[in-house]
């Protein structure tokens, strides 16, 4: 296992892949791990580089709270600490977060953005942080009754159904729902976890700001996703002066999960 000390914290991190760096970074209440549909496929173009935001799974958990910044700040950090000067950037709901205010702090290290079921404002975070701990309460008594409950959040009913039907199935080869169950409730966060990141979270508000950004941009997102709205992801595709965007029909928040190999292979043929 690899770790930076970063602003003071240790991240984990791990790399896989040469070429070109790509940054990728994981939403609220999740870990590194959830890229487990995307790894292998894009580590055969770029060097892709996974890491747990604080308070997220192998890194460290501090005990006070931090603000939005210090997650843009703790990117920077790790990029300064595996002496990568400029990335291309991929950030999923949260992490498209961090990418957006890290691309408009730090422009100059940004080469395209990859913006996946994302949102241009934090407001309504508090109400996933309270189901978040909700969930967190459940997974102790049954970690299955916990993750069906937040996939119901997460993904479309038809591939929600899909999953119920056959949770030993390796969907596209590549993961199934076993994987992803312990992907959620493995070093899942604390109560105390949720409402830092959240409350670093909501300071995320940036609608008026995304004309800054002249990178090539592509905003990827579900019909059906409840966290980050087609409308909302519009709103960002009209202000982004250089984007583009697809919209996955009958899929859900976790859109990169529901369709990998389409959405893998989008994010390929853009960053090519």
């Not at 590194?32 to 790894?39: A, F, L, T, Y």
């Not at 498209?96 to 913006?115: D, I």
């Not at 990178?215 to 980050?228: C, V």
């Not at 029909?249 to 994010?267: Q, W």
Request: glycine content about 6%; cysteine-free; aromatic content about 10%.
């Amino acid at each position: 296992m690899a770790f930076a000390e970063v602003n003071g914290i240790k991240l984990y991190y791990e790399i896989h892949g040469d070429g070109y760096p790509l940054f990728i970074l994981h939403g609220y209440g999740a870990t590194s791990k959830v890229w487990i549909g995307q790894v292998d496929a894009l580590s055969e173009h770029f060097k892709v580089i996974l890491y747990d935001q604080r308070s997220s799974g192998k890194s460290d958990h501090p005990k006070e709270d931090y603000t939005l910044n210090n997650l843009v700040e703790d990117l920077k950090g790790l990029m300064d600490f595996l002496k990568v000067d400029k990335t291309h950037l991929m950030g999923q709901s949260m992490g498209g977060w961090v990418s957006q205010n890290f691309a408009l702090k730090y422009p100059e290290r940004v080469n395209k953005l990859v913006m996946v079921g994302t949102n241009h404002k934090g407001a309504g975070l508090h109400i996933l942080r309270d189901t978040m701990i909700d969930l967190y309460e459940t997974a102790k008594t049954s970690k299955d009754d916990a993750f069906w409950k937040y996939a119901k959040l997460m993904h479309h009913r038809i591939f929600l159904k899909e999953m119920k039907a056959d949770p030993k199935k390796k969907f596209y080869g590549l993961w199934s729902v076993e994987d992803l169950i312990e992907e959620f409730t493995d070093n899942q966060m604390s109560p105390e976890d949720y409402k830092r990141f959240e409350k670093a979270g909501s300071m995320h508000d940036v609608l008026d700001q995304l004309t800054e950004l002249n990178h090539p941009a592509i905003l990827i997102g579900g019909s059906h996703d409840k966290m980050s709205p087609k409308l909302v992801m519009d709103e960002m595709h009209a202000e982004l002066p250089n984007s583009t965007i697809k919209i996955f029909e009958n899929s859900g928040h976790h859109v990169f999960i529901e369709r990998a190999p389409e959405v893998n292979e989008l994010i390929i043929d853009f960053l090519k």
